[in-house]
């Protein structure tokens, strides 16, 4: 369990203690994390990310399409970006009082 968990994750630290407390296996500590140590070189070997970094980066790229400003007609007035402010008119600016105190 160790050594997959580690190749997945590439933290081999915090598999072992995973593991660890999951099993109550407090006497074999030396051998998981000497497990989690050697699995966590075979990773590189495959691939150059970890499975935290792949899901990082789709999550990312789920923000930025919904940060998107729609691209049809109909989807203009279901959908505001959150980035869009209200917009005051010009003459509504010049009709406000100004703040008390000044």
Do not use: C
């Given at each position: 369990?160790v050594?997959?968990?580690?190749?997945?994750?590439?933290?081999p630290f915090?598999?072992?203690?995973?593991?660890i407390?999951m099993t109550?296996?407090h006497?074999i500590?030396f051998?998981l994390?000497l497990?989690a140590?050697?699995a966590?070189?075979?990773?590189?070997?495959?691939?150059?990310?970890?499975?935290?970094?792949?899901l990082?980066?789709?999550?990312?790229?789920?923000?930025v399409?919904?940060?998107t400003?729609?691209?049809?007609p109909?989807?203009n007035s279901?959908?505001?970006?959150?980035?869009a402010?209200?917009?005051?008119?010009?003459s509504?600016?010049?009709?406000?009082?100004?703040?008390?105190g000044?």
């Amino acid at each position: 369990m160790v050594g997959f968990l580690t190749g997945i994750t590439r933290s081999p630290f915090t598999s072992s203690i995973l593991v660890i407390e999951m099993t109550n296996s407090h006497n074999i500590i030396f051998h998981l994390m000497l497990t989690a140590l050697l699995a966590n070189l075979i990773p590189p070997l495959a691939t150059k990310h970890s499975f935290y970094e792949y899901l990082k980066e789709q999550y990312l790229d789920e923000v930025v399409k919904k940060e998107t400003w729609p691209t049809t007609p109909a989807q203009n007035s279901t959908q505001i970006p959150i980035s869009a402010s209200p917009q005051v008119p010009k003459s509504e600016k010049q009709n406000r009082a100004p703040p008390p105190g000044n």
